[in-house]
């Protein structure tokens, strides 16, 4: 069964920067597309940004390009995203989820999700 575990958030002042983590754990992970969602209070889950099984080709929200970085570490089953120029509506709870083969930008497509991690940016 697969298990995710994020990690890295907390409250940061807009501007800040934080790096995010996501654990996977019951597959062999190097074969799966990763990528990180986020809910802010009272929306639907969105799609941040995603990246292929090898690495090579990464996707994301225009709401983040050019701020965040998605990458990953398949030796280790993780997946990362350095967020940096944080701002107030980046506040939310982040959630990361993995594909066989690329990952959906709806959420809606993925019935498991781990417990994410809250990231709260203060203005």
């Known amino acids: 069964q697969v298990q995710l575990v994020e990690s890295g958030g907390r409250l940061v002042q807009a501007g800040g920067s934080l790096r995010l983590s996501c654990a996977a754990s019951g597959r062999t992970f190097s074969n799966y597309a990763m990528g990180w969602f986020r809910q802010a209070p009272g929306k639907e889950r969105r799609f941040v940004a995603a990246?292929?099984?090898?690495?090579?080709?990464?996707y994301y929200a225009d709401s983040v390009k050019g701020r965040f970085t998605i990458s990953r570490d398949s030796a280790k089953n993780t997946v990362y995203l350095q967020m940096n120029s944080l701002k107030p509506e980046d506040t939310a709870v982040y959630y990361c989820n993995v594909d066989p083969e690329l990952i959906a930008t709806n959420a809606g497509q993925y019935h498991y999700w781990g417990q994410g991690t809250q990231v709260t940016v203060s203005s």
């Open positions: 990246i292929t099984r090898n690495g090579a080709t990464t």
